[in-house]
């Protein structure tokens, strides 16, 4: 059927995205005043993909993505009763304390690093944790080797010992890597006579984690300047003193000249590390910011050495008067780190010495921060992208490249991030998809205390000639699901490199949005999108007559129109779709009104839809209704 003669066509063939910015009459052509449950892809709109289950679990908090190299990928994820998990290991918790709220991971040399807290700060009295996969989860880091008499004699045998006193102690290595303090709390002390090797005995054998051990020693000094202070030598690494944890001695030999690799480091490492709001990795350190007492400062861990943070050197702090909240939030950027707490953001860098020698922060922006989840996360990465970060503000959603861009990211969608409610900011979540360009922020709306939705942003055709991003470009949605989200993580598949979305729901379970699927784990999607209020001539009353779709899916799609303020709701019954129509569908109408919306709708089990092309038929008939 072909629209009248008379009738002009309305072709809407590029679809925006959802516009929710002031009244339904200023929304653009091409956006949609109301939608749900979407995606979108060069100019098609497309009911959004289902769930299918990852994860059988109940009552979950927060999950996290662990890998490991060579190995089947994994979820860690929190219960209410204060149970961590392991997906992939049966029965027993990692670690159980009924006093946990949340937590954060990172994933860092093939372990998970975890620090547990309030949203605000860490908890108080507990410690990060460290899992390898595989048993019990343990507190992060150790302390010096203790309880035992280490001693140290000249050896029979020839060798290379410089003449004067020695002082011998050793370290432990865990099996996570971590380098313990010196012990015991007696070292032992070598008067040699030059040119003999020397014999040490006493090595402890450590318990738990222990793996291994290091023999320590210093440099020669001769027996009239030595005052019995054990502390005032430099102690090195005693090249081949590696052994194994169950080895109780060994003989050692070496020139002075041969003790080159420091350890006087560890004598001021922290026996454990205090749980943090956060944790992540700045270049090649480990970092945790906001422990209880300590809010505004960030420790960072020697480089490469995880677990060693120097408990006099390892640290830097924003100045509480300036920062208005504790630290919520840190990441790498360009080499930066930049430091956020609510309503600020500080760049400081590392320069290769002691952390305490950091540049102090400096201020990047004073009307920007967020809260501990805010900062998007880029899949299963530890990193930032290269050229921006997300930052989930209570004004908007930030694009941050080098500094805190202006309109925000979710121009279009004002409305709706007012809605948030901002009691419950730290419940937000944001993921980063640089793969499929999108975006999924998580979101409690209205006097909402939970989560309740995921904003879902593709950002694919937002790009300037410049590489920046154009806010009015983004396509939004609004989604929901069976049960409300409390978790959400980006992952990759491992065999096929495909980026997906994982999400863990408040009735339990945790679950992954899969290509072309219909259902959510069995429930009907309801997808729906309703047009911008079309018109020809502002002012005048229109006739609206037949509408023509070009789409294709599965089950029925419903057909309403509507008018100004939502009046005059009509429906125009359903279109049987199909994969292959090989046509385009028409839609009888008779519709009056100064403008007219088109809503279309699939909420059946398997019903899904794709619509590239409505185009409406309308005439103006009056400059003003008949009196």
Known sequence: MQAPKDHSPIKIDQFRGLYSRGVTDTVPKGFFTDSINNKYHQGEISTRDGLALVVTASNIVRAWSYKRLNETPRIIFLDTSGNLRDSIASGTPIWTDSSIVDFSLVNYNNRAYITVHNRLRGLPGKKILVYEGTGMAREAAGGPPSGFTLTAAN???????????????MVGIS??????????????????????????????????????????ATKAIPVDLYDGNQFGLEFFFVPGATLDNAVTSTTVDFFDDDLVDSADYLFDSLPSIPAGLGIGVYGNRLITWAENGGEFTIRASEPNQPEVFNSISGFISLDPSDAGSGIRNCKEYRKNLIIATSNRLYSTSDNGSDVNTWATPTTVDTSCGTECYGIAEILDARGQNTDRMWIADKSGLICFEGYAKRPELS??????????????????????????????VSVPLDNSTVLSHILYADYSEAFTVYGTIDEQ?????????????????????????????????SAGNIYEMEDGL?????????SYAQLYLAQQEAGWIHHFGNIKFSCVGSGNLTVSVSGKNNSNITSLGSIALSANPGREYDKLNNFVN??????????????????????????????????
């Open 155 to 169: 050896s029979a045998s020839a060798g290379s010992i410089d003449e004067g006193i020695h002082l011998f102690a």
């Open 175 to 216: 099996s996570s890597g971590f380098i313990t303090a010196p012990g015991p709390e007696v070292f032992a002390q070598l008067n040699a006579p030059g040119g003999f090797k020397a014999d040490i005995s006493g090595l402890a054998v450590g318990g738990g984690a222990t793996i291994g051990k290091i023999v320590l």
């Open 518 to 526: 219909t259902s959510d784990f069995g429930n009907a999607i309801d």
């Open 594 to 627: 100064e403008k007219m919306s088109v809503k279309f709708r699939v909420n059946q089990f398997g019903e899904k839809y794709t619509v590239d092309q409505v185009i409406l038929s309308c005439k103006p008939l009056w400059y003003m209704r008949p009196l």
């Open 473 to 505: 470009k983004i396509k939004w949605d609004l989604w929901s699901f069976p049960s409300n989200p409390v978790s959400i993580i980006g992952d990759t598949d491992a065999s096929t490199q495909k980026s997906s979305l994982k999400i863990a729901l």
């Open 411 to 440: 121009y279009n969608v004002e409305d709706i991030w007012r809605r948030i409610n901002k009691t419950k900011f730290n419940l937000i979540q944001v993921v980063d998809d640089p793969v499929k360009h999108r975006l999924f």
